[in-house]
T-cell receptor
């Protein structure tokens, strides 16, 4: 079955520290992978996406993610976290079947940033 | 800005009532998907409309229904509301090219529904 796992429900980092949010997926074909961020009371903003090619993708706000097929992972990283990065982060796989295309989301990781 | 607008922002209903949530997409976005995000969870796929017809459904009962209109707006209707229907409802749209290429979807800010 197709699924996305984000093992860390909460992560706390100090401002200026590096960040890595983990994401593992289960999908039979080549996955389309996404990271979204959701601030309190807001919708989902796309940070970055991977479809094919270079396995290290760059996104907005200084984020990057690396696709590792052998580990079925798509971890999100940022070298230096800012207080404004505090939010909830969702990893998703784009799944197509029978003409439908939908996102399968993980349960999210809530990031807290200490001043 | 994603160009996807949802209304209302917040809504309070009582159990057993019916509710209609609305979504307005960018011009040319003829694919719309609806997701339910319960508190502390990731969004769950409800259904998708493509060219005004339902194009796929997730694990949601028939009391969840939808409509898509030619002017790139759409509705999510929920009948016989239950307490567990309390959630943030998100719509996401894309153009036909993006849909066929299995590309990205653009999300609205959502409607928060509370069922008492």
């Amino acid at each position: 079955a197709q699924s996305v796992t984000q093992p860390d429900i909460h992560i706390t980092v100090s401002e200026g520290a590096s960040l890595e949010l983990r994401c593992n997926y289960s999908y039979g074909a080549t996955p389309y992978l996404f990271w979204y961020v959701q601030s309190p009371g807001q919708g989902l903003q796309l940070l970055l996406k991977y479809f094919s090619g270079d396995t290290l993708v760059q996104g907005i706000k200084g984020f990057e993610a690396e696709f590792k097929r052998s580990q079925s992972s798509f971890n999100l990283r940022k070298p230096s976290v800012h207080w404004s990065d505090a939010a909830e982060y969702f990893c998703a796989v784009g799944a197509g079947f029978s003409g439908t295309y939908k996102y399968i989301f993980g349960t999210g990781t809530r990031l807290k940033v200490l001043a | 800005e994603t160009g996807v607008t949802q209304s209302p922002t917040h809504l309070i209903k009582t159990r057993g009532q019916q509710v209609t949530l609305r979504c307005s997409s960018q011009s040319g976005h003829n694919t719309v998907s609806w997701y339910q995000q319960a508190l502390g969870q990731g969004p769950q796929f409800i259904f998708q409309y493509y060219r005004e017809e339902e194009n796929g459904r997730g694990n949601f009962p028939p009391r969840f229904s939808g409509l898509q209109f030619p002017n790139y707006s759409s509705e999510l209707n929920v009948n016989a509301l239950e307490l567990d229907d309390s959630a943030l409802y998100l719509c996401a749209s894309s153009s036909e090219a993006e849909f066929l290429a299995k590309n990205i979807q653009y999300f609205g800010a959502g409607t928060r529904l509370s069922v008492l």
